[in-house]
């Protein structure tokens, strides 16, 4: 069957209807089995694609900026992942991210938090009975500031059945201009994956908290660099702070 | 256990579950991900577009409800139509798609690859039942990322022509893909 509305589902599936036509096929599309079994078929047509590997790091790239830019108006042109950089390694793809940034006090109360959970944890396995608990280690270091740079910082690593947590704080920050911010990264085998960003508050303090939801790694350092702009995948800027920490933890 | 279905999950992406939104991310990054760096030649380019057909899910933009469908087929037209946006926005010509074709490293599992395999022989299939002409609007729609309006210039057919012979193309490509799915093989020299 052939109608007036059967017509333009070619014009539909281009995208070229406006807001009214577009309605009026919708609600063709919702009596006309023909109609919509066309559509459904076209559900299949990527597959006639090769299969191609996602990019390294997509999907956290993309998740932060579905999630992140919220309520922004602006479209997504300047998220467009920069060219010609060297690619993080292609073990990141498959992971899921998570950042969330936080106030300096927020953050402190936060350390003590997941130390306090990570030390009642010891604190019970020293006990001889005591049941079987999840696999929890922790780890904080102190981050070496780098030659010229004034600023310290500390980082606090939770590893629990299979995740990290990764809560990173600094002092004494040099203040950012204009789109400068500090970029958190952990590195293996001098290897980056982007892990938070934050720009210091008027106290020059700073903060990230960081998820990691399967972290099978074995990170051997962690960075903070001060870089030109947001959402770098490798780094641009000079590392400001950093240390070694232990990938077996 | 029952998988959820597509359109559940999108009820719940409008009450602004995360953790739904990324189950239906997981479940069609590869495939449409594939399908954009076929169309725009362009791993950059294809994961910019995904970004935006995942932004629009997000923010509602577009909705979708199933009488508009199965959710992948609406997933793939908002695919399609970004990356023919930001093909256009680029003034990019296509690339030939060998030059990009990084075949699926060895990360994915083995039902993964053997799901797109049976996905991929049966829409092959049903493709070869279509005359050359009507694959050709086939490919220049969906992997060429044209209009109707460049179709109907390059091809120097009318419109109309232009939209009525897509149109009898996707809807000869559902009767052979249902005949396909159903019937497992098809008999190649049979007429539709």
Redesign the interface.
Known sequence: MTNVN??Q???Y????LNEQEQKQF?AH??ECP?C????????????????????PG??A???D???D??GQPA??AE???T?NKPAPP??M??R?FRTSKWTPLVAAALLVSLLGNAYAFYELSDQPDAPAAPEVAFETVDLQASEAFEGTGTAALVHEEGALNLLVQANQLEPTSGEQVYQVWLLKDGQPIPTGAFTPSQENEGAVFFSLNEDTEGWDTIAVTLEPNRGNTAPQGEVVLSAAIDPEA | MEKISDALLYERVRGKDKDALEELYDRYEKMLFSYLCKMTGDRDLAEEALQEVFVKVWRGVGSYDESKGKFVAWLVTMSRNAAVDLIRKQKKPSVPLDEIAEVESTDSSVEETAEWQEKSEQIHQAVRHLSEEQQKMVHLFYFKGYTHETIAEKCGIPLGTVKSRIRLALKKLKTSLQMVQEGGVLDDKREL
């Open positions: 059967c017509d589902l070619i014009d599936l281009n995208g070229a919708e599309l919702a023909e919509r079994e066309i559509v459904d078929a076209t559900g299949e047509l990527p597959y006639l694609a090769d299969p191609v590997a996602p990019n997509m999907k790239r993309i998740l900026a579905v999630f830019e919220e479209p997504l998220e467009r992942p060219r292609a073990t793809a498959k899921g």
